[in-house]
T-cell receptor, first 111, second 117 residues
Framework: SQQGEEDPQALSIQEGENATMNCSYK?????LQWYRQNSGRGLVHLILIRSNEREKHSGRLRVTLDTSKKSSSLLITASRAADTASYFC???????????FGDGTTLTVKP | GAVVSQHPSWVICKSGTSVKIECRSL??????MFWYRQFPKQSLMLMAT?????????EQGVEKDKFLINHASLTLSTLTVTSAHPEDSSFYIC?????????????FGEGSWLTVV
């Protein structure tokens, strides 16, 4: 079964607002990555956070990781219409060595 | 940073033919690579784990004879969809594990779109 679960499944906001997506996972991980996928396109790597890190920033993106709760969040600040896409988290599992994806959050940013 | 390259990005093939997708780690040696499949509007599902020099490990429900995986070198894994049918049309993506450094980081390719007509 898939390792991760994301919520919400769908999120619709106005341009300029912040968007927060959450990812929960089940097993111990080495790192967690967030990806964006525009409709009909491939994956675009956004950010990687390692298991010994708690927070990471990249431009308008802020990622947190709570290994005790086995969860991560992705915050997009001052959203733009171009941020409209599906967002996935992918975990690199410690023991199995696999990396599996969450179900994804579909973000719609209305201009 | 490390890069994983997939080729081709897009491929159209006729029903009944076979098609090969390549996954290369460009600046690191990957003893382990992974193949995923994505159905429309769904998440990516792990199909198999490809180990250099040995047989791939397939996830439950994935047909080994249908999806042939060959990890011939430390930088190349291939996925061959044999006797393709329209229902095999999908987005296929690979990832490769960099064993050097902290946490065995896994890097993903950009994916390959397969359309079987």
């Amino acid at each position: 079964s898939q390792q991760g679960e994301e919520d919400p499944q769908a999120l619709s906001i106005q341009e300029g607002e912040n968007a927060t997506m959450n990812c929960s996972y089940k097993t111990s991980i080495n790192n967690l990555q967030w990806y964006r996928q525009n409709s009909g396109r491939g994956l675009v790597h956004l950010i990687l956070i390692r298991s010994n890190e708690r927070e990471k920033h990249s431009g308008r993106l802020r990622v947190t990781l709570d290994t005790s709760k086995k969860s991560s969040s992705l915050l997009i600040t001052a959203s733009r219409a171009a941020d409209t896409a599906s967002y996935f988290c992918a975990t690199a599992q410690t023991n199995a060595g696999k990396s599996t994806f969450g179900d994804g959050t579909t973000l719609t940013v209305k201009p | 940073g490390a890069v994983v390259s997939q080729h081709p990005s897009w491929v159209i093939c006729k029903s009944g033919t076979s098609v090969k997708i390549e996954c290369r780690s460009l600046d690191f040696q990957a003893t382990t690579m992974f193949w995923y499949r994505q159905f429309p509007k769904q998440s990516l599902m792990l199909m198999a784990t490809s180990n250099e020099g040995s047989k791939a490990t397939y996830e439950q429900g994935v047909e080994k004879d249908k999806f042939l995986i060959n990890h011939a070198s430390l930088t190349l894994s291939t996925l061959t969809v044999t006797s393709a049918h329209p229902e095999d049309s999908s987005f296929y993506i690979c990832s490769a594990r960099d064993p050097v450094g902290f946490g065995n980081t896994i890097y993903f390719g950009e994916g390959s779109w397969l359309t079987v007509v």
